[in-house]
């Protein structure tokens, strides 16, 4: 089992960053590969980034185009999104995810077996 508290949303005008945080309790975060995913109200959740297990490999989506930045860290069971250049059109719910594997990377909902509970992310223009 594994327990993911995100952190870190609010609300930032246009242009602006923030820091996302997701904290894992589990005694084995390193058999995880983690994502971060959004929503918006009345759409399908949407991939937005992954990093797996050591850090190494990292996935994005197409919207992101350089401006966020995934990472972990394994010494304190966080993985973190760093988002630059905000957008309105990033105005969602950002959720981590976990799913236990140890090579590759899944961009699919299905595929992660643990949620948190979403972290409200809103950009004014």
């Known amino acids: 089992q594994v327990q993911l508290q995100e952190s870190g949303g609010g609300r930032v005008q246009a242009g602006g960053s923030l820091r996302l945080s997701c904290e894992a309790t589990?005694?084995?975060?390193?058999?995880?590969?983690m994502a971060w995913f959004r929503q918006v109200s009345g759409k399908e959740r949407e991939f937005v980034s992954a990093v797996g297990w050591s850090g190494g490999t990292k996935s994005y989506g197409p919207f992101v185009k350089g401006r966020f930045t995934i990472s972990r860290d394994n010494a304190e069971n966080t993985m973190y999104l760093q988002m630059n250049s905000l957008k309105p059109d990033d105005t969602a719910v950002y959720y981590c995810?976990?799913?236990?594997?140890?090579?590759?990377?899944?961009?699919?909902?299905?595929?992660?077996?643990?949620w948190g509970q979403g972290t409200q992310v809103t950009v004014s223009s």
């Open positions: 589990t005694p084995t975060f390193t058999k995880y590969a």
């Open positions: 995810a976990a799913e236990e594997r140890t090579y590759g990377l899944s961009i699919s909902t299905s595929d992660y077996a643990y």
